[in-house]
């Protein structure tokens, strides 16, 4: 088993824990779509999903924005938790994928490759995409099953 990992936000108020960590196996999920553009203050959303029983707040109280259901592209509730002193967001929750948060990783080191990429029409004519070609996406993928 993998050692927990642990992060921060950058002021350090909250602290996180993902149990059992991350693995040489985990990518990084890339979403440029516009949504993702603005919370993320940037290009796009660089994240990757996890099972939501292994990620524990060990110190801090994140906050929380939920998004109105027609902002957002599933159409489902989407909740984005951040710390409220300085503002790194840490996880989303969507009602689209009832057992995973997709965890932001900055506060993780950014170490990790990305493996998809979706969205890729919202982004601009002068990006690169970083996924190999044939795993970055114009919308959403079509659904797989869950593995
Ligand atoms: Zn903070
Ligand atoms: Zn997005």
């Known amino acids: 088993m993998t050692p927990d990992f642990e992060g921060s936000c950058h002021c350090g108020a909250v602290q996180m824990r993902i149990l059992g960590g991350f693995t040489e196996d985990t990518k990084a999920g890339i979403c440029h779509c516009k949504e993702c553009q603005i919370f993320?203050?940037?290009?796009?959303?660089?994240?990757?999903?996890v099972d939501r029983q292994h990620l524990q707040v060990i110190q801090g109280q994140p906050k929380a924005y939920k998004q109105p259901p027609n902002t957002n592209l599933s159409g489902k509730q989407v909740t984005r938790y951040f710390c409220g002193d300085c503002?790194?967001?840490?996880?989303?929750?969507?009602?689209?994928?009832?057992?995973?948060y997709a965890v932001k990783l900055a506060l993780f080191g950014n170490n990790f490759a990305p493996g998809i990429e979706i969205f890729w029409k919202n982004a601009h004519e002068w990006e690169k995409p970083m996924a190999s070609s044939e795993m970055v996406f114009d919308t959403l993928p079509a659904m797989r099953p869950a593995a």
Request: charged share 10%; hydrophobic share 40%.
């Open 40 to 49: 993320a203050g940037s290009l796009f959303a660089y994240a990757t999903k």
């Open 87 to 100: 503002g790194t967001p840490l996880w989303v929750e969507s009602d689209a994928t009832p057992t995973l």
